[in-house]
């Protein structure tokens, strides 16, 4: 029981709060890459016989019936959030990359992928005590994936990647009381980067 409960739990999505104004209208929405995913509402762990399948599922790639690679670009247009921020227009790489035959069985794969650029203007909204922040918070993520894949069987594939994420974000921001000069001023620029395995 306490096993169904904690496998029931890990499938459940999470979800994190903030209480820093900078972040009121941040989202970090799930970006689809592949043209024909897009086409299915985002379906694909299972049914990409493209070289776009590295991202979901790299077992996928085995069923590759030739070379191939591909190149898009994400286009963010401007807009405003419903707490009046306004969203700069962007253009992202978007995701490039080629997956290849070496033998009957393996298969290799390469992407480039940069899955977020943003630049969120922050306006100087009256919170009830009367003070108001204001500013911009803008964000870059970039990737470097590699993956393989085996054909064990005709009915069994198995698939590994490795990924390499570059995260930038840079902040610019300041806190006005209801009267008086700006109490609190925020500048902020910083990156981390990290390296993940899947299997």
Same mark, same amino acid.
Do not use: C
């Given at each position: 029981?306490?096993?169904?409960?904690?496998?029931?739990?890990?499938a459940l999505p999470l979800h994190a709060?903030?209480?820093?104004?900078?972040?009121?209208?941040?989202r970090w929405p799930q970006e689809v890459?592949?043209?024909?995913?897009? !086409?299915?509402?985002? /379906?694909?762990?299972?049914? +990409?016989?493209? $070289?776009? &399948?590295?991202?979901?599922? #790299?077992? @996928?790639?085995?069923?590759?019936?030739?070379?191939?690679?591909?190149?898009?670009?994400?286009?963010?247009?401007?807009?405003?959030?419903?707490?009046?921020?306004?969203?700069?227009?962007?253009?992202?790489?978007?995701?490039?990359?080629?997956?290849?035959?070496?033998?009957?069985?393996?298969?290799?794969?390469?992407?480039?992928?940069?899955?977020?650029?943003?630049?969120?203007?922050?306006?100087?909204?009256?919170?009830?005590?009367?003070?108001?922040?204001? !500013?911009?918070?803008? /964000?870059?993520?970039?990737? +470097?994936?590699? $993956?393989? &894949?085996?054909?064990?069987? #005709?009915? @069994?594939?198995?698939?590994?990647?490795?990924?390499?994420?570059?995260?930038?974000?840079?902040?610019?921001?300041?806190?006005?009381?209801?009267?008086?000069?700006?109490?609190?001023?925020?500048?902020?620029?910083?990156?981390?980067?990290?390296?993940?395995?899947?299997?």
């Amino acid at each position: 029981m306490v096993a169904l409960a904690a496998i029931t739990l890990g499938a459940l999505p999470l979800h994190a709060q903030t209480n820093d104004h900078l972040f009121r209208s941040w989202r970090w929405p799930q970006e689809v890459h592949s043209a024909r995913q897009a !086409g299915w509402a985002g /379906a694909g762990v299972a049914s +990409l016989d493209e $070289a776009t &399948a590295g991202e979901l599922n #790299p077992a @996928l790639l085995t069923s590759l019936t030739k070379n191939q690679a591909y190149a898009g670009a994400l286009a963010f247009g401007s807009g405003q959030t419903g707490m009046g921020d306004r969203l700069g227009s962007r253009v992202a790489l978007g995701t490039s990359g080629a997956a290849a035959r070496v033998s009957r069985r393996w298969v290799l794969g390469f992407e480039v992928l940069e899955s977020r650029a943003v630049r969120l203007e922050m306006a100087p909204v009256r919170l009830p005590d009367g003070s108001a922040d204001s !500013g911009f918070l803008e /964000a870059t993520a970039f990737d +470097l994936r590699a $993956a393989v &894949a085996f054909r064990v069987t #005709p009915r @069994l594939h198995l698939g590994a990647r490795l990924v390499s994420s570059r995260l930038s974000l840079e902040a610019d921001a300041r806190h006005d009381p209801a009267t008086g000069r700006s109490d609190l001023t925020l500048q902020a620029s910083g990156q981390a980067a990290a390296l993940g395995a899947g299997f």
